[in-house]
């Protein structure tokens, strides 16, 4: 059996269940969907940003797929990078909830943001500048792997999260 993830905090409500505070499996066979690590890419002037290769290289032996959906994330300044699978299960869950103001806020900010990327032979992608500018990222993109999917933040904005999590995590014990 593999490790045994929690994430807590407040998300969105998803079919009954809160999002993010559902056990996430990885490891054990038909589960090594770990995006892990941080990476530092430069993006140029118009918008190309290189996906680090270890992401890449998961898309393609986990996944067997190298395209992404990149979205809006709903509750912090940053992007969210969805291997497609995860994205259609994501969209699943969603179509299944009951309309609510929740749900429909949920529709404008995060999927009407999305789009979809087949990373060039370098590995990079466009980003639009409707998610640049969601993200505030100008040149340097910082990559967190968080599980299933990776994130994509402005430098600074990182370094603020990283703090304010790890002041968080003070007390926090995993209890394996």
Not at 20 to 48: A, I, L
Not at 140 to 157: K, N
Request: overall charge neutral; hydrophobic content about 40%; aromatic content about 8%.
């Amino acid at each position: 059996m593999g490790l045994t993830r929690v994430v807590s905090g407040p998300r969105l409500a998803f079919g009954g269940e809160l999002w993010g505070t559902r056990p996430h499996h990885y490891g054990g066979e038909g589960q090594e969907r770990m995006f892990q690590g941080e990476f530092s890419n430069n993006m140029d002037e118009k918008g190309r940003v290189s996906i680090p290769a270890a992401f890449r290289d998961a898309l393609k032996t986990c996944h067997a797929d190298t395209d992404i959906v990149v979205a809006r994330s709903h509750n912090s300044p940053n992007l969210v990078a969805y291997p497609t699978r995860e994205w259609k299960r994501l969209l699943a869950k969603v179509n299944a909830m009951q309309p609510s103001k929740q749900v429909a806020a949920f529709r404008r900010a995060v999927i009407s943001s999305a789009q979809e990327f087949s990373p060039d032979r370098q590995g990079r992608v466009l980003l639009s500048q409707v998610l640049r500018d969601h993200a505030s990222l100008s040149r340097s993109a910082h990559f967190a792997g968080t599980g299933e999917v990776f994130e994509i933040w402005d430098s600074e904005s990182w370094a603020a999260q990283l703090d304010a999590d790890m002041a968080l995590l003070q007390d926090f014990e995993l209890g394996l």
